[in-house]
């Protein structure tokens, strides 16, 4: 009888681009405006499993540019990957997902954002490199806090 094969398996799949939407709802007269925009940018990661041993992580980013009051643009964008995580403990499973994984899709989801943007008629917006690591740990503290914390009673009208 042969021996299983036991050792841990991370492997990609697939990278690609899940989803993408860029808004200019105050062009063009926006576009005449002299003043630099403030730009806000949200990311978030999360992992699917897709079938047996394959997990979908997307990286999600949100960037809006406003100046003032009104929305110079907003870009929305979705990376995602497909990957082949088996034979790895629970406990690694999820660092695996919440750090290795993105960091192999984001530099993606950075190309893009910044060509979409670019090719909106604006200076492209460069994401900064993400700590996925600090980010992953920082979310496994909140969700210990929250855990721990005791839940407010309800109040039954």
Known sequence: MAEA?????????RVYLKDVSLE?????EILLNQEQPGVDIQLGVE???????LFEVTVTATVQAKIAD??????EAKQA??????NMPAEQLGAVLGIACPQIVYPYLRGNVADVIQRG???????????????Y????????ADAAAPAAPQIIV
């Open 137 to 144: 740990e920082q979310q496994q503290a909140q969700a210990a």
């Open 81 to 86: 990957g497909i990957f082949e995580l088996r």
């Open 47 to 53: 992992a699917t499993p897709v079938a047996e041993g």
């Open 121 to 135: 008629g604006f200076p492209p917006v460069h994401l900064a490199e993400i700590n996925f690591q600090a980010m």
């Open 5 to 13: 094969n036991l050792d841990p398996v991370f492997q990609i799949q």
């Open 70 to 75: 009104k929305t110079v643009f907003l870009v």
């Open 24 to 28: 200019q709802p105050n062009s063009p």
